[in-house]
Structures are given as C-alpha cells and as structure tokens.
C-alpha cells in the first residue's frame, strides 16, 4: 500500500491528453512538499521527467507537463504518442514517523 | 556526465546479509549538498526508497526497514555501499542507485542500471 495513490492504468489515442494522477495527504503532498515524476520502460531504469512540480528536466519534451493543488499532484500529456507508453511514477517526502521519501504505485499508460 | 552502476550478488540466501556498492563518477560525494540514495522495485511492482547518504555522513532510511539497512560511503573511491540484513524472498528485486538533488524532499537522477537481487534457498 503506497503512501502516494496513483490509478493503476489509464490509456488514451495517439494525439489526445492524458492526465495522471497522484493523491497524498496532509503529512505529505498537502504540507505542501515538492512532487516529482518518473517515466519508466519495461527492463529499463526510471527516468526523471519532472521535478519540483512543474519543471522538465532537459531533453524532456514539453508535451509533459505537472501540476500540484492541495493533496493531490498531476501529470498531463498532451499529443499523446505511441513511445510514451510506459509506467509512471510520482515521488515526494512524507513527513509522518521520521521523515521519508515516498512513491505512488505507479501508473501503466497504454497508447491505444 | 553523471553514471552510476550497482553492483553484488544476483542471488543470496534467506536470512543472509545482502551487501551492495553503487559506484559512481562524474560528481563528487565530498562536494556540499551532494547525496546518494538506493531504491527497490520488486518484480511488476512499485518503486520503494531504501536509504540515504549526504556528503556530510548524514543517513536517512526508511522507517519500515531501518533496523535491518545500514549505508556508507566511500570518497575516495566514489562509492557507496548498502547493506541489508536477515534477506527474505519478499526482498526479491532490481536495487537501483541514484544521486538526490536539492535535499531531503528532492529528486533522484539519474539512475543507474539497476542489480537484480533473487532471495532464495
């Protein structure tokens, strides 16, 4: 059971926008900590693709784009291509108990 | 260029220290702020955070599993080494390494390969 709720599939046509989301609570998300976002291929390490919630790390194209509003945070893709398909996780700290960084369950994408 | 790369058993027994090194180049774990983190993900599931290392010796770990996680660095030779103990097959996984950027609420990248590690008798 992850601390970050992520829906396990979504799936959308080539050229459509897909969002992702990914819900916390107040000990993480809500207290307002940063949200990240990976992209990850089958038998292939995560990639970063957003971090501090709306920022693309370099070589990611603009068609991703992330979102944070009370304790929830969201991944869209616009102009949905058949290469994005792949898993997608969301990262943040969750300040309970001691303090630690905590993923969503992932979420698969299928381009249908 | 930043890369790193995991390294140590493929298969270790139940009940079993598991040792791993993550070797890395292209920054250094002495420069201040720098960090490197380790991080799980059983087959078809979700990733996990294990532990994490500052350029200062300062080590955070997951709550559920800090009695059994021990991490160190080595500067000198850019490394940083992982140590699990007492292995179950609920261990079974790909153990990746990766620096973390901007803090204890930051991110990781990049991230190395990956090491699958098989627990079983």
């Known amino acids: 059971q992850s601390v970050l709720t992520q829906p396990p599939s979504v799936s959308g046509a080539p050229g459509q926008r897909v969002t992702i989301s990914c819900t916390g609570s107040?000990?993480?998300?809500?207290?307002?900590?940063?949200v990240h976002w990976y992209q990850q291929f089958p038998g292939t390490a995560p990639k970063l693709l957003i971090y501090g919630n709306n920022n693309r790390p370099s070589g990611v194209p603009d068609r991703f784009s992330g979102s944070k509003s009370g304790t929830s945070a969201s991944l869209a893709i616009t102009g949905l291509q058949a290469e994005d398909e792949a898993d997608y996780y969301c990262q943040s700290y969750d300040s309970s108990v001691t303090g630690s960084k905590v993923f969503g369950g992932g979420t698969k994408l299928t381009v249908l | 260029q930043i890369t790193l790369k995991e390294s140590g058993p493929t298969l270790v027994k139940p009940t079993q220290t598991l040792t791993l090194t993550c070797t890395f180049s292209g920054f250094s774990l002495s420069s201040s702020g720098v960090g490197v983190g380790w991080i799980r993900q059983p087959p078809g599931k979700a990733l996990e955070w294990l532990a994490l290392?500052?350029?200062?010796?300062?080590?955070k770990y997951s709550p559920s599993l800090k009695s059994r996680l021990t991490i160190t660095k080595d500067t000198s030779k850019n490394q940083v080494v992982l140590t699990m103990t007492n292995m179950d097959p609920v261990d079974t996984g790909t153990y990746y390494c990766?620096?973390?950027?901007?803090?204890?609420?930051?991110?990781?990248?990049?991230w190395g390969q990956g090491t699958l590690v098989t627990v079983s008798s």
């Open positions: 290392i500052y350029w200062d010796d300062d080590k």
């Open positions: 107040s000990s993480n998300i809500g207290a307002g900590y940063d």
């Open positions: 990766a620096p973390n950027r901007s803090g204890w609420f930051g991110w990781f990248d990049p």
